[in-house]
């Protein structure tokens, strides 16, 4: 997978993947603001209205980062285009291409993920701002901790969303790997309940499964700013980055050879 | 250099086989363009893909440039191209400059080749008014010709084109023969063509491979293939002015058959009579089967290969041309 790495030809799919979000403002405009926005907005109410000793400052702003960290590690594009090209034959053209398909579509992915960062930068300005406790000093170490574990998540994001995909060359159906996707990233990243207000039985599943490296890991060291917690989510993603890698190779070379789209 | 020998391919569905190809070898030497014509279902698109590496062999060899075209390495990639018909590799949402652009660094075209590839391309397929364009905004026959043009940027040794010129118009069709021709000439490149415009065929390829259920029909030069295949006229008669009269075209058919008892009547209507008369048929056999006089027009003429392989195809007596 690795031999084919050509850096500049990386950087143009990269590069053209961040002109394609960019260039769908309408979509853009939603991401920014109703996808954003409406369950910030819903998440301060609800959690407003909670008692102190389970609500608080810390909540509003764990989803503030959840919802945020949602848009940008977020593989329903990915796997919308990869489905598609399966079932419609489209990735043959792609296939042509002197450099790897998987590699094509992560930097892809990661260029149009640049887009968001906006977004994913804005809790934690709002979080120093708001917050007398902790000193704009500190703000640099803190965004650069943070922007590493968000890259990390954007490789397991990746990694996750790819292997969803090639469930298509067995399905042949688009709509069913982009629900198995969104069920699984919903329940499993945190967005609905952080991983610490699970029951004691789940909660290891909730802090422990992929999808948690991509929202929930992040986002808990994001309101705590605790090195154990951030010294946690590297792990974690990093130990995911490559089981999942080691994992999506094989399956891909096999069945990019056994892809028959029969005839013309 | 392309090689294969006795190449087969099978696809394994869920309760069944399906032989797409067998035992198929031939050799296509640079320079060359080589057509690749049968029915549906013939196995031209599955030839197609085996050789640029998309799906391998079921037994027997491919080789392209010297290599397995299967193991899909990055510098035999960066040798070949393809294009499939209505498949697009060019960036939907981009202008398509941006494509080729994008093409460039992909395949480490130099500034220099890229200008000179650039303008030279777009000026023979007419592509120079729509650079800017983006690729969801242009017509059908426009996107067919942008996708050549992005392959041909980066000059390839060989191309595959795979109905190459569905969705184009008349001067488009024309325009893309007339620089395949030009382009194989030029550069000692190897096309390999399939499509079902027969006049595709006629207008570019030197060589010919003609499959039907996976098997080698007749393999060889164009040439060759209309000495063995064409061995008959059409004689057409045409109502110019008035319709022709059913005793006309009864007493056409009479005279006809005396003359050749085993002629072929291949339409039969008011406006035009059509027979299939051997080539030994002279111009001057037409005055003993008409009453000539106003209101006819008379052709003799070599079948298109159209006409040529559907009548091939609807005989029952076929035998192997290699």
Redesign the interface.
Known sequence: MF??L?P??L???AR?GM??VL??RTLLGIDYFFATSLPLLMQIIIWWSMPSSISGPSMIFYFAYAIALNRTNNGYSTIEDVSYSIV???I????????NYPLQKLAEFMGGSIVYLPLVIAPAIADFAFNPELSFSRFPVFLGMYLLLITLGQLVCFLISFLISLLTFRTGRTDLVLTIYLSCAAFFGGILLPPDLWPEGARVIMEWNPFAFTVASISQFAITKDFSQFWFALRGGAFYTVLLSLVCIPIWNRVS?Q??A??? | MITIQNLSKTYQLKDSKVQSLSDISLNIRPGTCFGILGTNGSGKSTLIKILCGLMAPTSGTARVLGEDPSARKRGFLKKIGAVFGHKSSLWWDLPLIESFQSQKVIYGVSDQDYERRLNEITEALGLKEVLDRPVKFMSLGERVKSEIAATLLYSPQVLFLDEPTVGLDLISKFQLRKYIRSWTRETGGIVVLTSHDMVDVEECCDQLLLLDKGVIEYQGAYAEMEKSMFHYRVLTARAVDQLLTETTRKRFQCKLYDRYPHATISSDTEEEVSAQVPSAFHFREIEALFDIGDGIDVQLRKPTLEEALRSYYQSTDRGRHV
């Open positions: 031999r084919s050509i500049s030809a950087v143009i799919f053209n002109r394609l260039l769908d419609s034959g489209r043959e053209t792609a296939l042509m291409k002197p450099v050879r892809y028959t029969i005839g013309g």
